[in-house]
């Protein structure tokens, strides 16, 4: 017999649902196109939710559900996805949280991202980074990128992520994948071996830490190409954000490598349109840096990089208000929320 909790991935596959809650008291809730979808199952039932998180659970996460009452991990489902999974104990029992991950990696055509992200990924060395709040599709937009590097060059691709999204086949490239936490302990660990690897493309998927940063930036600095994230929106707070993470005496310092290294920052937001069989619109800012940004970055002159930025507007950069207001001509996106982010910008 079918486990129920296959059931339910189906029904999220079936509806291009990206995640799918499991709560006791609730009926399984979807996440389609950002918009929430709460099906018209039964509840579950608190006494259930053990025995239907089990099928998913080796005796690793077993153990760890537990004695720590959490477990997380990623969960291969079938050929048909890869399905990330966090599984906790809170007030009514326990509950689980799953995204799911394709196994097509998609291009940036795919995503209706800028066609400048190709041009971007060609970029033989420097930094690339790839920002927004969670849920903005910023895996998606690192794997397309790298796709796009997969498709051009015969280069070395090494990725580091807790857990590994999406699974790379080589075209051009080869790749060699890191799950950070059960491959090795911890990123700078990844990152300090990936140094000796001979790579020529590093993915990190997230920057956390200052010890992280400062090693993306000494390979940036020393011929290779990296790509990260940060949790910022906006060419000017990811920056602060980057500088934030070392002691003031050092930040000068870290302005001057970022200034030099820096290739780019491509910030998004994925807005749901007003169908949910819709996929969402993206807003977005791009920031290519060129010898004027490098400069404002260098003397921390951020607020005067947006003006700098629409000056660049042939070069590719796009501001945030640019992209908002050209989805305000897009008859299928959401003209309120769009209106709304609008406001949010000019406050």
């Known amino acids: 017999m079918k486990p129920k909790i296959f059931n339910f991935f189906d029904m999220a596959l079936a509806m291009g649902a990206s995640d799918l809650t499991l709560k006791p008291g609730a009926p399984p809730t979807f996440r389609q196109n950002r918009h929430l979808i709460i099906s018209e199952e039964e509840p579950l039932a608190p006494q259930e939710m053990y025995d239907l998180f089990l ?21 291969p489902y079938k050929r048909k996805a890869r399905v990330r999974y966090y599984v906790f104990q809170q007030r009514e029992g326990f509950a689980g949280s799953f995204r799911f991950i394709p196994n097509h990696v998609p291009t940036i055509q795919e995503l209706n991202l800028p066609e400048q992200l190709v041009e971007q990924a060609c970029k033989p060395r420097g930094l690339f980074l790839v920002t927004g709040p969670a849920g903005s599709g910023k895996s998606h937009t690192l794997a397309a990128m790298v796709n796009a590097i997969n498709k051009r060059f015969a280069r070395h691709v090494i990725t580091m992520e807790n857990p590994i999204e999406f699974l790379f086949h080589r075209q051009q490239s080869i790749f060699t994948q ?25 993915l990190i998927g997230e920057m956390r830490d200052q010890k992280t940063v400062e090693m993306a930036l000494v390979a940036s600095e020393t011929g290779h190409f990296v790509l990260s994230t940060l949790p910022t929106l906006g060419a000017a707070p990811t920056i602060e954000r980057v500088v934030s993470f070392f002691s003031p005496e050092k930040q000068d310092e870290v302005r001057l490598q ?39 970055i260098r ?33 299928t996106a959401n003209a309120d929320l769009v209106k709304a982010m609008l406001q949010e910008i000019v406050e």
């Open 55 to 75: 099928p998913i659970l080796d005796s690793k996460q077993q153990v760890r559900l537990n004695s720590t009452f959490e477990a997380h991990a990623m969960f």
């Open 299 to 331: 003397d921390k002159k951020y607020s005067q990089l947006q003006s700098t930025m629409m000056m660049a507007r042939r070069e590719g950069c796009v501001t945030l208000k640019d992209s908002l207001t050209r989805l305000l001509r897009d008859e």
């Open 258 to 296: 970022v200034s030099i290294n820096l290739v780019g920052i491509f910030s998004q937001l994925l807005l749901p349109r007003v169908a949910p069989e819709q996929p969402p619109s993206v807003a977005y800012e791009l920031m290519i840096a060129n010898s004027a940004i490098r400069t404002l």
């Open 178 to 202: 890191i799950e950070v936490g059960t491959m090795i302990p911890t990123y700078q660990d990844a990152l300090a071996n990936a140094l000796r690897e001979d790579p020529d493309v590093m």
